[in-house]
Every structure is written in structure tokens, then in C-alpha cells.
């Protein structure tokens, strides 16, 4: 299974941009980069996937790397509720498996 | 986005007992559906990968006879812990893949809690 290496943590301040960054070095051409979120005692919630460009949407974008051994998701304007572990995760076929993920602390 | 229902949300059961959780993809037809476990403070850990009408793939180190998962329609998964345990206490989440025009997207539910006592 394709791995994801993300930072543990991360703080942003509230209003301002966010960029959780997610490595993924050993990526197959197949692989598609989902990022989910979570909050404490619910289901991961759905943000953002992509292939190879840049995707955006009314939640987030996502800055894809060109050799794609790495992506970005971007947060525009922080919020309170954006405070959630943000996993990223490779997908290929039915293959889907969650890494250990950053948790985002929005400071008011 | 496509919605995943799971019910019951939190359960209490007592030791030796089996409990079910269902599984429901309810704007679109799921033709595989996934089980994850998560302990506090974890990540989720996929126990087993689900296609309608056939048996589940399960992960490595999951037993099939203890965690009994059923993929009878396109909308429905279930999921039966057999003679739990205190230690089988834990937040089990479902997800569902759209063969829609989301294909490439899954959709999760919103767990349920089991308490084992």
C-alpha cells in the first residue's frame, strides 16, 4: 500500500491561508491524492482529490507537485471550524489507507 | 457530496454478546463498501474491504469469524461483532464507493461507538 508521510501537527491563525503539505514519494501512476478530514467522534468528512493538476473547489484547493511526489492542500481563510485532522491519502482501486494525518489547531 | 447513514450510532452491549451495525449508502448505489476501526486518538484501520454479493477481503491480523460482514445490495453493508470483548470496544466507521459519476470519491459515514461491557 502506498504510503503518506504529513506533519503531526500544524497551527494557523484564524482568516489566514493554510497549506498542510503531504509527501508521497512512492506514488504509481494510477494513484489518485484524496484528502479527507475529521472531527473528534464523526466519520472523515470528503475535501478534495485529484490526479495530476490542480484541483479546486468551494472547500479547498489542492496544489498537485509536478513529478507528484508531493501535494498541498490549501485552506484560503482559516476558520475555527476547519479545526480537524487532515489525512492524505493515496487511492488505487479499492486500495485505501489512511496515514497518521495533521491535526490542525486554528488559534482565534 | 453522497451520504453514508450508519446506525445504531453508539451501542452498549455486554461481554460474549454480538452486536450489528448497519451500513447505508442513501443517494447512490455503492458496489464496495469499506470497515475501519479507530481507537482514541489513531488513525483509522481498515479491517475489511466489502463487494456486493461476494465474501470481504479482509486486512491482515482482522478475523473473519469475529467481525461477520454482510454486502447484500448496492445500498447496504453490515457488520456483526460475534462474542464481543471489552477489548473490541471501539469507533467503527463505514464507507461507501459510488460507481456514479463520483466514482473516483468515498464517501464515509459517521461511525458508531461500541462499548463493550
Excluded at chain 1, 491561508?17 to 494510477?30: D, E, Q
Excluded at chain 2, 454478546?17 to 476501526?37: G, H, N, P
Amino acid at each position: 500500500d502506498a504510503k503518506t508521510t504529513q506533519p503531526n501537527s500544524m497551527e494557523s491563525n484564524e482568516e489566514e491561508p493554510v497549506h498542510l503539505p503531504c509527501n508521497h514519494s512512492t506514488i504509481s501512476g494510477t494513484d489518485y491524492i484524496h484528502w479527507y478530514r475529521q472531527l473528534p467522534s464523526q466519520g472523515p468528512e470528503y475535501v478534495i482529490h485529484g490526479l495530476t493538476s490542480n484541483v479546486n473547489n468551494r472547500m479547498a484547493s489542492l496544489a498537485i507537485a509536478e513529478d507528484r511526489k508531493s501535494s498541498t492542500l490549501i485552506l484560503h481563510r482559516a476558520t475555527l471550524r476547519d479545526a480537524a485532522v487532515y489525512y492524505c491519502i493515496l487511492r488505487s482501486g479499492n486500495q485505501f489507507y489512511f496515514g497518521t494525518g495533521t491535526s490542525l489547531t486554528v488559534i482565534p | 457530496g453522497a451520504v453514508v447513514s450508519q446506525h445504531p450510532s453508539r451501542v452498549i452491549c455486554k461481554s460474549g454478546t454480538s452486536v450489528k451495525i448497519e451500513c447505508r449508502s442513501l443517494d447512490f448505489q455503492a458496489t464496495t463498501m469499506f470497515w475501519y476501526r479507530q481507537f482514541p486518538k489513531q488513525s483509522l484501520m481498515l479491517m475489511a474491504t466489502s463487494n456486493e454479493g461476494s465474501k470481504a477481503t479482509y486486512e491482515q491480523g482482522v478475523e473473519k469469524d469475529k467481525f461477520l460482514i454482510n454486502h447484500a445490495s448496492l445500498t447496504l453493508s453490515t457488520l456483526t461483532v460475534t462474542s464481543a470483548h471489552p477489548e473490541d470496544s471501539s469507533f467503527y466507521i463505514c464507507s461507501a464507493r459510488s460507481i456514479g459519476g463520483s466514482g473516483n470519491t468515498i464517501y464515509f459515514g459517521e461511525g458508531s461507538w461500541l462499548t463493550v461491557v
